[in-house]
């Protein structure tokens, strides 16, 4: 029944007027745009910063994760573009973006966008934090509308059957949606208990993508995706994404100066344990 329920609500194609179609997938992604527009330009706006560099900061990063998410797709999808390279910019014929391609892409754009602009990167990412994970939530009903994402094929209870799929799979995207409300959830804690504290900026964002990274990379496990080396391309990107924030962590968030004292407590008792069994060796009398 579960199935069967599934398969009657989920609608890739909203209207259809004469060659004028509009798809699920699109106007999601359109409102999670809307969404993080919003909440991008609430949050800089909050902390002060001119609404003329929000705007370049919005501009710029559409652009620019626009670019990198098709030609991300473009390289993890090359079967398909190989003998047809005009299908590279006619996305009307071989629609696809990556997400990672645009997250990543948008986030670069930003930082060098907001150094040239002089705001904070530190703010930046704040805000990211919370818009990119209330917009991600509101894509994946899109993506699952649409289908255009698909889990592994499964068994269990709540698999469901995805159009024009083989199979039951697992609804890889009610799992993601889980996983961003959680995060939302976390971010919100993490902002106020930054203001409360007086956290320095930045802390909010390293700490969310420190999360968030993660548990992504588990998620996609449960992707039918292509395999490069043991990993998909996106789980490739997180384990990037995970590194690089472990360094921005030990460096620009606290993590030195909580690392650096355990590291010397471990260095200490190593010393003294050592210390202590050569005390024990019998010293040769002259």
């Not at 001119?50 to 990198?68: G, R």
């Not at 994404?241 to 620009?252: I, K, N």
Request: proline letters at 3%.
């Amino acid at each position: 029944m579960l199935h069967e329920y599934i398969i009657d609500n989920m609608y890739p194609l909203i209207l259809s007027i004469g060659f004028i179609h509009i798809y699920s997938l699109s106007v999601f992604l359109v409102l999670s745009w809307g969404i993080f527009s919003f909440l991008l330009w609430r949050g800089l706006r909050g902390n002060g910063v001119d609404e003329d560099k929000i705007f370049d900061l919005t501009f710029y990063s559409t652009l620019c994760s626009l670019v990198v998410a098709r030609v991300a797709f473009v390289v993890t999808h090359w079967d398909i573009f190989q003998n047809a390279w005009l299908k590279i910019p006619a996305i009307w014929i071989a629609p696809g973006f990556s997400l990672y391609g645009a997250l990543i892409g948008g986030l670069v754009s930003m930082v060098i966008v907001g150094r040239k602009q002089k705001v904070r990167i530190g703010q930046i990412f704040d805000t990211f934090a919370l818009a990119f994970s209330v917009a991600y939530t509101v894509g994946l009903t899109g993506s699952f509308l649409d289908g255009s994402v698909i889990g592994k094929i499964s068994r269990v209870p709540w698999a469901v059957r995805y159009i024009g799929e083989v199979g039951t799979r697992h609804p890889i995207q009610i799992y993601e949606s889980f996983a961003s409300l959680g995060l939302i959830v976390f971010v919100i804690w993490m902002v106020r208990k930054s203001v409360t504290e007086k956290w320095a900026y930045g802390v909010v964002g390293v700490w969310f993508f420190l999360i968030y990274s993660p548990i992504m990379f588990a998620l996609e496990s449960f992707k039918d995706s292509h395999v490069y080396w043991s990993l998909s391309a996106n789980q490739w990107v997180l384990v990037a994404l995970f590194a690089e924030t472990v360094g921005a962590f030990y460096v620009h968030a606290g993590g030195r100066e909580k690392v650096r004292p355990v590291i010397y407590k471990i260095k200490t008792y190593i010393a003294r344990t050592i210390g202590g069994l050569y005390a024990k060796f019998p010293r040769r009398h002259s």
